[in-house]
């Protein structure tokens, strides 16, 4: 092997090992089976969330854990076959989501494992993590419980008010 080929599969392994550091989520798929129309729709749902996505050599993103520390099942007997990674810098959980809801449509994607916030998840926990709310959407019905008791005292007031209204409209006209 050539010295250039040397230094660009070392440039490789260095900007994985930069994604992986600085990543809240790196969550591995198999995208065997996946058209290139569906894995363009992929890329750009990805793009979109602010996740870089991208397909390296097994033994490329092998040596990136490995020189991490801390991805120690991304190894020979899990990271095997047809491999797309995806990194989340923001957002732990969006990956997960954007998987799950994709292989809807893509039945052939499959989450195979990953890290979230620095602990291992195989293919079920992926699974059960896409499945808990975003903070927004918490945040939404947490607003939305305390919306309900409020819109409720507002219909009260108001209903009072228009009785008492009318009382005094039938006062004024018995009078």
Same mark, same amino acid.
Do not use: C, H, W
């Given at each position: 092997?050539?010295?250039?080929?040397?230094?660009?599969?070392?440039?490789?392994?260095?900007?994985?090992?930069?994604?992986?550091?600085?990543?809240?989520?790196?969550?591995?798929?198999?995208?065997?089976?996946?058209?290139?129309?569906? #894995?363009?729709?992929?890329?750009?749902? =990805?793009?979109?969330?602010?996740?870089?996505?991208?397909?390296?050599?097994?033994? /490329?993103?092998?040596?990136?854990?490995?020189?991490?520390?801390?991805?120690?099942?991304?190894?020979?007997?899990?990271?095997?076959?047809?491999?797309?990674?995806?990194?989340?810098?923001?957002?732990?959980? #969006?990956?997960?989501?954007?998987? #799950?809801?994709?292989?809807?449509?893509?039945?052939?994607?499959? =989450?195979?494992?990953?890290?979230?916030?620095?602990?291992?998840?195989?293919?079920?926990?992926?699974?059960?993590?896409?499945?808990?709310?975003?903070?927004?959407? /918490?945040?939404?019905?947490? /607003?939305?419980? =305390?919306?309900?008791?409020?819109?409720?005292?507002?219909?009260?007031?108001?209903? /009072?008010?228009?009785?008492?209204?009318?009382?005094?409209?039938?006062?004024?006209?018995?009078?």
């Amino acid at each position: 092997m050539s010295q250039k080929a040397i230094d660009i599969k070392q440039g490789v392994v260095s900007e994985i090992v930069e994604k992986m550091q600085k990543s809240q989520s790196v969550v591995v798929i198999d995208y065997k089976g996946v058209t290139v129309e569906q #894995a363009t729709g992929l890329r750009n749902k =990805f793009r979109e969330a602010g996740i870089d996505y991208k397909v390296y050599k097994n033994t /490329l993103v092998r040596r990136a854990a490995s020189e991490t520390g801390k991805f120690d099942k991304f190894d020979d007997e899990n990271l095997i076959g047809t491999n797309a990674i995806a990194f989340s810098y923001d957002d732990a959980l #969006a990956p997960a989501k954007i998987i #799950a809801d994709f292989a809807k449509t893509a039945p052939k994607v499959e =989450f195979k494992m990953g890290y979230v916030e620095g602990e291992f998840y195989d293919a079920e926990q992926l699974e059960a993590l896409s499945k808990i709310p975003s903070r927004e959407e /918490l945040i939404a019905k947490l /607003l939305g419980s =305390f919306k309900a008791p409020l819109s409720n005292f507002v219909y009260l007031i108001d209903a /009072l008010a228009k009785k008492d209204g009318e009382a005094t409209a039938e006062g004024e006209a018995e009078a």
